[in-house]
């Protein structure tokens, strides 16, 4: 069950108000929020200067989510945004801030009460903050004495392994890089970050089977495409700037397929916002075929669908691309063999899709030269999520559509740099060769021993195995699985600090000691003693891009994320360490040279980085080259889970809303799916409310079930909604505390978050 102080993390606006689902996505009512986002949070003024900088070429990379940018020549030089990156925007930019006089003010007690929306809106952080043991309130403190006080707490320890060093997505390679090479330098791996909790079984599946956990496909490949099969994602919320280019796909003849347990309106249509002619009408329809799959349905839905090629191919030889599979691929004897006795009529009881519609998938699939599929969280936050990559890859293979133009994998990354963090080495597993160049350029030795997850960093710190917790950017409290289990693990730490731009839950579900430490965001400028400095970013496709605010600091005592790191590492390690700590805090062009000497397909960094939209990083796959023990892409032999679970029960997912951006709520309007004012609800069919007894909007208890335990999610309100019968979605992170933190893949260890058993009764 929740803990007692979690009651009061979520909170609802005002009364909950359910309207029909919208059909159209953006238009006219985007560019209204947007406006209106600016003006709350912000000086209108700065707010409208700092939008026409970004995603700019001589600007900077949106904080919101990881979608690549056009090439400069087709980036609109006014709104090269969209509505989420730029409420995140506005929400960076406040106007507010609080410091001493703010914690002086609120207990931790009272902070405890109050919502992680309220938290986040009092403003920007804009002094360092301490904790003392015992203490009820936060006190300032200055940098240098900060600074030593994590030098005390991390240099106590017996054992390296006993700190735990998270990062949020958002970080910039320079300071991912520095943060990497401190903690290594500290003697750990442990470095789990989000990836962990969102993306993580992409990266497996990929590297096994294409040889590289990332997209093998551009921006541009998207309108030139034949078919777009877009699995478990929401383009209309969690990346609407794709759906720019699904409406270019559209235009040039090319199909959509969209696969999802619920309808979304990113699916259906678009109106471009800054086509004004086009806000009237409908709009450009976008999905050709949608498929309603059960929860988890996903694999055994295109294993159907192969099986109808298999079946299709005996006929006419040419539906695979022998060439293709001969040249670059492994293992297609032994996945046929698998495929030839699959039971197709089992696969579609257990996809959840008629027979009817997986032939007609079938059809777009064998008309298809060039095939992307695209997927995101609705796949991969599943203890099968890899399998279900696997197979997606396998589709490709016999179609030959990886490594040409218009066609390969595309993982939609949802939180922006998140894939240059891995690439910077913020991995708790990085590879030899990876330590190795490190070890050269740095002359010391890294630590060898795999590091903890994030799963495993909540286990550590509740079997006392780790004491310190110390994040770079994000709210891990919130993004964790198990709110119960995860805030017990916070608490029982020794030391907890994180580096941030807001306050948020994780402050204040705190160690027994605790430090926040504010730094300047994306947004502003950040001007070192030898001048103004950039940063840079890796985006989906795997371009790097440089990337300079500016606004001016909301407040004058804030540090950048790379001289926050570069001191917490000068003070801790002091003459352990070679690295010029200090004049890396200064001159970022430092760091970016010994990120060239360390990782492949930098070099020339600093040079090649201020090229008009960057440069793109090295991509075997895409270029059909395969990097792994053969050389050659992997078939993979796979089996549907099959889940079975408890008659009278539902399978639950959590999924986030329209005014929301992973943890951060912006406000309480899921405009596409009509439902406002109140995040404490629970999506149902109208079936399934009818068949159990719950009326509209009435109040419900939620019990969650995994490996004989029980958790509790109560007064949920019932809103009826066209999702997969038998299938119910709640908010993230309000679900969070229903999914045990042993419920993950097995593989990735990411929390399966997406497949939930419930049950749900009337409150007495």
């Known amino acids: 069950m929740w803990i007692k102080n979690s009651i009061m993390s979520f909170k609802k606006s005002d009364e909950l108000k359910i309207q029909p689902p919208k059909k ?24 409208v200067k700092t939008m026409l900088k970004l995603n700019q070429v001589k600007g900077y990379d949106c904080p919101s989510c990881a979608w690549p940018d ?50 986040e809106k009092q403003g920007r952080l804009s002094t360092p903050m301490y904790l003392p043991e015992g203490a009820k309130n936060y006190e300032p403190i200055s940098w240098e004495k900060a600074f030593e006080l994590v030098a005390v707490q991390l240099n106590k320890l017996q054992d390296p392994n006993e700190a735990i060093f998270y990062t949020s997505g958002r970080a910039s390679n ?30 497996v599946a990929l590297s096994e089977t294409t040889g590289i956990g990332k997209a093998s496909v551009k921006l541009d490949d998207i309108a030139k495409t034949d078919l777009l099969l877009i699995f478990g994602q929401n383009p209309g919320t969690n990346a609407p700037r794709m759906l720019t280019e699904l409406q270019k796909l559209k235009q040039n003849g090319g199909k959509i397929i969209a696969v999802n347990p619920m309808p979304e309106t990113g699916f259906m249509g678009f109106k471009h916002p800054q086509k004004p002619w086009e806000w009237i009408g409908d709009g450009t329809p976008l999905q050709d075929l949608y498929l309603q799959v059960k929860i988890n349905g996903d694999l055994a839905l295109v294993k159907a669908i192969l099986v109808l090629l298999h079946r299709a191919q005996k006929l006419d030889a040419s539906i695979f691309d022998a060439t293709f599979i001969e ?48 997927w995101a969280m609705g796949i991969t936050q599943h203890t099968n999520g890899e399998d279900t990559i696997r197979e997606f890859v396998n589709l490709l293979l016999l179609k030959g559509s990886i490594a040409k133009s218009g066609a390969g994998t595309l993982p ?6 998140v894939q240059g963090d891995r690439t910077m080495g913020i991995w708790e597993k990085a590879p030899e060769s990876f330590l190795a160049n490190l070890d050269k350029a740095f002359s010391f030795k890294a630590p060898r021993d795999h590091g903890v997850t994030a799963v495993e960093a909540i286990e550590h710190l509740i079997s006392k195995k780790s004491k310190v917790f110390i994040g770079l950017g994000g709210n891990f409290v919130h993004a964790a699985p198990d709110t119960e289990v995860v805030e017990k693990a916070m608490n029982d730490a020794d030391f907890t600090m994180h580096i941030a731009t807001k306050l948020n839950r994780s402050h204040i579900v705190h160690g027994k000691s605790a430090l926040i430490l504010p730094c300047l965001g994306r947004t502003e400028i950040d001007e070192t003693s ?34 926050i790191v570069c001191g917490l590492a000068a003070t801790t390690l002091g003459n352990k360490s070679n690295v010029e700590w200090n004049r890396f805090s200064i001159d970022y062009n430092l760091i970016r040279s010994k990120i060239e000497e360390v990782i492949p397909g930098f070099d020339n960094f600093n040079e090649k980085v201020k090229r008009a939209g960057g440069f793109f990083l090295p991509n075997p796959a895409r270029d059909g080259r395969f990097v792994n023990n053969t050389e050659k892409a992997k078939f993979s032999v796979t089996v549907p889970a099959n889940k079975q679970i408890k008659k009278g029960r539902f399978v639950l997912m959590t999924m986030r809303s329209h005014d929301q951006f992973n943890t951060t709520i912006y406000g309480f309007d899921d405009r596409y799916r009509g439902i406002s004012g109140d995040r404490e609800v629970i999506l149902m069919n109208k079936e399934d409310i009818k068949n159990n007894g719950f009326e509209n909007q009435e109040k419900v208890n939620i019990t969650s079930y995994f490996d004989g335990k029980e958790r509790h999610l109560n007064g949920f309100k019932v809103v009826p909604y066209p999702i997969t019968k038998g299938c119910v979605a709640v908010y993230f992170p309000e679900g969070n505390v229903l999914i045990a933190l ?8 990411c929390p399966a978050s997406k497949f939930v058993e419930v049950s749900i009764s009337k409150m007495n």
């Open 327 to 374: 040249k670059h691929a492994v293992g297609y004897n032994e996945f046929i063999d698998q495929l030839s006795h699959e039971d197709f009529e089992d696969l579609v009881i257990q996809s959840g899709v008629s027979k009817a519609e997986i032939e007609k998938a079938t059809e777009y699939v064998i008309n298809a030269k060039k095939i992307i599929i695209a």
């Open 412 to 417: 939609v990354r949802g939180h922006s740099n």
């Open 70 to 119: 056009p090439d400069p020549s087709e980036r609109s030089s006014i709104a090269e945004y969209c509505e989420n990156g730029a409420k995140a925007v506005a929400w960076e930019a406040s106007k507010e801030t609080i410091g001493a006089d703010f914690f002086s003010t609120y207990t931790i007690n009272d902070l405890l009460t109050r919502s992680n929306y309220w938290l």
């Open 530 to 563: 030898i001048g103004k400095q950039f940063i840079t970013t890796e985006d989906t496709a795997g371009r790097v891009r440089m990337s300079m605010g500016d606004l001016s600091p909301v407040a004058p005592n804030l540090k950048s994320e790379v001289a």
């Open 742 to 749: 042993e419920n993950k893949a097995n593989e990735s260890q």
């Open 174 to 203: 320079e300071a991912a890089f520095c943060y990497q090479l401190f903690v290594r330098q500290f003697g750990t791996n442990n470095l789990p970050d989000c990836s962990n909790m969102c993306h993580e079984a992409t990266g």
């Open 24 to 47: 159209v996505a953006v238009g006219f009512p985007a560019i209204a929020s947007v406006g209106f986002r600016i003006w709350e949070e912000t000086y209108v003024g700065r707010g």
